[in-house]
């Protein structure tokens, strides 16, 4: 079995095991033991274990670790810029109180400025929903899904 001594990911850490937090020299290896090191290429973490494989539109192979994988696709999409939240320009306030009626009775409740989404959001956002419109899910990214437009930085 490899011993810890030659292990690439306790190179990484100059020395200590990050998985062990402590020098594991001259002991048995583990599972996680490495000859060679392999970083997720979306959050640059060493890839512990199995590694999934993303076929770039050029042919060329991307190696990711199943916590990127099985992340909110939004959170690993390089189109991470949100301009209704972020754009300083824009001097409409994000929310905006109006007014439900629900059966017999009229509700008051906070719901994203349309002034804002159509200055900010329409104006090339990729996460942009235009069929949302009008039941107020115009933003893809709330969802956490992903879209069509979902780009890891490779499939830019």
């Not at 020098?23 to 033991?33: L, R, T, V």
């Not at 076929?55 to 670790?65: F, L, R, T, V």
């Not at 390089?78 to 059966?103: I, L, T």
Request: glycine share 10%; charged share 20%.
């Amino acid at each position: 079995m490899p011993k810890c001594d030659d292990c690439a990911i306790k190179t990484l850490r100059n020395g200590g095991c990050p998985i062990f937090q402590a020098d594991m020299s001259g002991k048995d290896g583990c599972p996680y033991y490495a000859g060679d090191l392999h970083l997720c290429e979306i959050c640059g973490r060493p890839i512990l274990g199995s590694a999934i494989l993303d076929q770039d539109e050029s042919g060329g192979w991307h190696e990711i670790c199943n916590q990127c994988m099985t992340a909110n696709l939004c959170q690993i999409c390089c189109n991470q810029y949100c301009a209704f939240e972020q754009d300083q320009s824009c001097q409409e306030p994000p929310y905006v109180m109006a007014q439900m009626r629900q059966g017999n009775a009229i509700m008051q409740t906070q719901v994203p400025n349309p002034k804002r989404v159509e200055a900010t959001c329409r104006k090339g956002c990729p996460c942009f929903n235009e069929d949302g419109l009008d039941n107020g899910t115009y933003c893809i990214r709330k969802s956490g899904n992903g879209c069509r437009n979902y780009r890891v930085s490779w499939r830019r």
